[in-house]
């Protein structure tokens, strides 16, 4: 049997309740990361791109890679 990762807004749920953050802000961020992702159209090229630093701010006189 393969052990999955849990889907991102577990992680994330997961991830606040070790910082003992409250409920309130559990739900502002989840609502927060659910919309963002939404409006990118859950595609990872947008991610892949960042990673890239695509979408980094650029020195005047830098090159695009």
């Known amino acids: ?10 992680q994330l749920r997961n991830e606040i309740r070790t910082l003992g953050y409250s ?4 739900k502002t961020y989840v609502h927060w990361v659910r919309d963002y992702v939404i ?3 859950k595609t990872a090229s947008f991610y892949a791109r960042a ?8 020195s005047p006189g830098q090159s695009q890679p």
């Open 1 to 10: 049997m393969m052990n999955k990762k849990p889907k991102l807004l577990t």
């Open 39 to 41: 409006f990118h159209n």
């Open 51 to 58: 990673g890239r630093g695509e979408y980094l701010p650029q």
């Open 23 to 26: 409920w309130n802000t559990e």
